[in-house]
Structure formats: structure tokens, C-alpha cells
């Protein structure tokens, strides 16, 4: 389980409730604000590291309460309180990047942005408390909180919202190279809930005195590194691997329990005139394959994803990683492609040509609307559809498997026309590569 996981397991309905309240925005815009906001803050201390006492006085302004839950004061008190910890907390975390964060939310919530930033500053202290509550059950020192954070460095790209990581710097910040035994390595990909494999934490202990010495020394190095990397650094941002995932804590409008199985990608993009979600994929750039052909994608498209999963070696093709097309529509109530989603498809064939070791397996859903049977032969059809259009375009049927899943493994809430609309999709996964 990775940092923002843990985070996300410590937010209860208790918690959401009252700060709704406190902050007079619906439960929804609480939890769409915190799946924004526990990456936003895990990147704020990951940007200034614990130069000065920087972490130590961002805890201690938490850690300090008589209560065993170091929110349960917070939320217990009055909402000025809460609201005047978290504005001065925005500035040490965020400087000159506090009104993007704000932005960031306020587009994730569709709060106005006044509205937003006092859910933001809310939000705020309420993430260092969770953060001093992990802490205190794992045993974890300052030392050992900054290595995890630094090790779960994708997750964090990843689940921050669109932008984001380009203003708070996620791409330029680097451990040196050195090995932190006692913090575990997270998978950087999401994976789907009910399919996530175990990571196996070591003892915290293993490391003996030695590892004692050496965290706070790197600790000092990576100051040192950042302030260098800052000026000279030019490393591509981290982008996500994966953003087909589930999760108790829908990223529109769902509902939340005491138990999050994935992290949280807030999707950002709006409804078109025939009801498809439009994504907002970010700057376009041209990708030169290894067979010489160049292909146009976006910085948060799944060809740009499909990409460097199937070039990281450290990456294993597993049964849970999917990618789920952007640019890919049907006419509605049947399996029949729109002329807009050829460009994707010539994509993905090109790809497939690039890469003649790589073999995909393509999973299509539906919303939750209508009959259940009836969404499964669709998906199923509309799955095959796809596949059959990569074989016209030359890929081997062989290195293609296509299965529907009906309204099975929804990535939204399907309580709203955007949620059923993201859920109306096609999702590829790697069998091979």
C-alpha cells in the first residue's frame, strides 16, 4: 500500500461530514478535495524537503493535540481555527504556487475558487494530521517519512491534479542514488481494487545503526540536490501509468468508506454535445517510434502511457495494470465506432507495429444504466470492435484478446452524466511485451 493509500484509509465519514459542514460545500466536493488534496500536500513536502525544520514545524503545528485522532481537535473546534492553521500552513508548503494549487481544486471540485480556497487552507492541517497519525502507528521518524514520500514520488505525479506537477517542480526533484532499506518501493502503477497484490513492507528495524546515520545524511543531500536540480535540471515530469482504476472513493461524486483499495486520479474534461467525456490531455507532441515513424500524442494520453510502460524493463506485465482510451467513442446503445476515434486506433496499431514483442488485451465496460446482460454483450462487442479494427489495420489477431465486463470495475460515480459517461469506456492491458 502506498503513502497517499494510507492517507486516504485515515479519512473516515465522520471526517468528511464535518468538514463539509465547516466549510459549507457538499460531502462530494469534501472528497473530491481531499483525493486533490493529500497529493498536493505529499508534493509540497517533497519539494521543500526538511531543510530549516521545514517538515518538523509543519507536524508540530499537528501533533500537539490531547486528542488520540490529532484531527479530532481540529474538527471539534471552531471553523476559524481550522481555517487560519491551514492559510499559513498554504504558504510554507506552496510559496508562489498556492494559487495553482487553488486552481487545481477549485477545477477538480467545481467550487468557485474563493469557495475553494477555504475548502484548500481546511484541508491542509487535516492532511499533516493524517500524515502524524501514520507516523505514530508505523514508528516512522521525519528521516524515514521523507524516503517514503520520495519513493512513492510517481504515485504522487500521478494522482496530482492535470498541471500540477509541472508548477510545484515533481519532475526535477530526485533521490540520489542510495539505497533507504527500512522504506519499501511502492509499485508506481494503480491497479484495480479487488486485484491490488500485497506489498511486502520490511521491518523498519532491519537497517541497524548504520541506516541511522545514513537517512538524515541523504536527507541533507537531497536539499542539496533539489536547489542544484532547480537550476539546471531538464527531467521529463512523472506521468501515471495507469488511470483505469477503482476505488471506494469515486473521483466524481461517489461514495466513500472507511477503506480505500486504489488511488484516487481526479480526471479532468467535460461532456460534449453527444454525451462523451472530452479529457483534457494536455500539451500535444510528436513521438518517434522505434521503427523510425512518428506519431502525434498528448502528455497525458494513453498512447504517451502505453508507451513508457512498455519501455520501463522494471516494469512486469501483471493482470491488473489497464489503460483506458481517451479518444475512443461509440454510437450510443451500440458497438458501432465514431469517425473520431480512428486516430487513436491508427495510434495504438503503430505502436503494436514499433513494439512486435507486445501483445494487449482489451476490456470494455458500460455505465450501470439498463439492463445488467445487456451491458455485458455490448462491452463484450464493443471490446471486439476494437480489436477488429487494429486487425484491419494490419496487427496480428493473435497478439489481441478482447473481453466485456459490462458495468463491472467503474472509474466514476455513475450518479452523474460525467461519471457514467468516463465508465462508458474501452480499456487496454499488456499480456506481453
Not at 517533497?46 to 479530532?72: Q, Y
Not at 502503477?189 to 521491518?203: F, G, K, Q, T, Y
Not at 455490448?378 to 496480428?396: Q, V
Request: aromatic share 4%.
Amino acid at each position: 500500500m502506498n503513502l497517499i493509500e494510507m492517507l486516504k484509509n485515515e479519512v473516515s465519514g465522520s471526517v468528511i461530514s464535518s468538514l463539509s459542514q465547516k466549510a459549507g460545500v457538499t460531502e462530494d466536493q469534501v472528497k473530491t478535495g481531499f483525493s486533490a488534496g493529500i497529493p498536493a500536500v505529499l508534493a509540497g513536502i517533497m519539494k521543500n524537503g526538511a531543510g530549516g525544520g521545514f517538515l518538523d514545524n509543519i507536524l508540530s503545528s499537528v501533533t500537539g493535540s490531547t486528542a488520540t485522532d490529532p484531527n479530532e481537535d481540529l474538527l471539534n473546534g471552531p471553523e476559524d481555527t481550522l481555517l487560519e492553521k491551514g492559510k499559513s500552513m498554504l504558504g510554507s508548503l506552496f510559496g508562489n504556487d498556492t494559487g495553482s494549487v487553488t486552481n487545481a481544486v477549485s477545477t477538480a471540485t467545481g467550487l468557485p475558487e474563493g469557495k475553494s480556497a477555504g475548502l484548500l487552507a481546511m484541508i491542509v492541517p487535516l492532511v499533516t494530521g493524517l500524515i502524524s497519525k501514520v507516523m505514530a502507528s508505523k514508528g516512522w521518524s521525519v528521516s524515514d517519512l521523507l524516503g517514503k514520500i520520495f519513493e512513492s514520488k510517481a504515485d504522487i505525479a500521478a494522482a496530482l491534479p492535470p498541471g500540477l506537477g509541472s508548477s510545484l517542480g515533481i519532475g526535477n526533484i530526485n533521490l540520489p542514488n542510495a539505497d533507504i532499506p527500512d522504506v519499501p518501493k511502492p509499485t508506481p502503477e494503480l491497479h484495480r481494487a479487488s486485484h491490488i497484490p500485497p506489498v511486502n513492507i520490511p521491518d523498519k528495524n532491519t537497517g541497524g545503526g548504520f541506516i541511522k546515520w545514513l537517512l538524515p545524511l541523504i536527507v541533507v543531500i537531497v536539499a542539496l540536490w533539489w536547489m542544484l536540480g532547480k537550476q539546471g535540471c531538464n527531467q521529463t515530469e512523472v506521468t501515471s501509468t495507469v488511470d483505469s482504476v477503482t476505488a471506494s472513493i469515486d473521483t466524481v461524486g461517489g461514495k466513500m468508506s472507511g477503506v480505500v483499495d486504489a488511488t484516487v486520479v481526479t480526471v479532468t474534461g467535460t461532456l460534449n454535445e453527444a454525451g462523451d467525456f472530452v479529457r483534457e490531455l494536455g500539451a500535444k507532441m510528436s513521438k518517434k517510434l522505434p521503427d523510425g515513424k512518428e506519431i502525434s500524442i498528448a502528455e497525458n494520453s494513453v498512447e504517451h502511457k502505453l508507451i513508457a510502460f512498455i519501455e520501463d524493463k522494471d516494469k512486469p506485465v501483471d493482470k491488473t495494470t489497464w489503460f483506458t482510451f481517451d479518444r475512443l467513442y461509440f454510437e450510443t446503445g451500440k458497438s458501432t465506432l465514431k469517425p473520431e476515434s480512428q486516430e487513436q486506433l491508427n495510434n495504438i496499431a503503430a505502436i503494436l507495429v514499433a513494439y512486435p514483442a507486445v501483445n494487449l488485451k482489451l476490456g470494455g465496460y458500460t455505465d450501470n444504466t439498463g439492463d445488467a446482460a445487456v451491458n455485458k454483450k455490448i462491452s463484450n462487442e464493443r471490446a471486439n470492435t476494437a480489436k477488429n479494427e487494429l486487425t484491419k489495420l494490419g496487427i496480428d489477431q493473435k497478439r489481441l484478446e478482447a473481453e466485456g465486463y459490462g458495468a463491472e470495475h467503474p472509474i466514476a460515480s455513475n450518479d452523474t452524466p460525467e461519471g457514467r459517461a468516463q465508465n462508458r469506456r474501452i480499456d487496454i492491458r499488456v499480456t506481453e511485451k
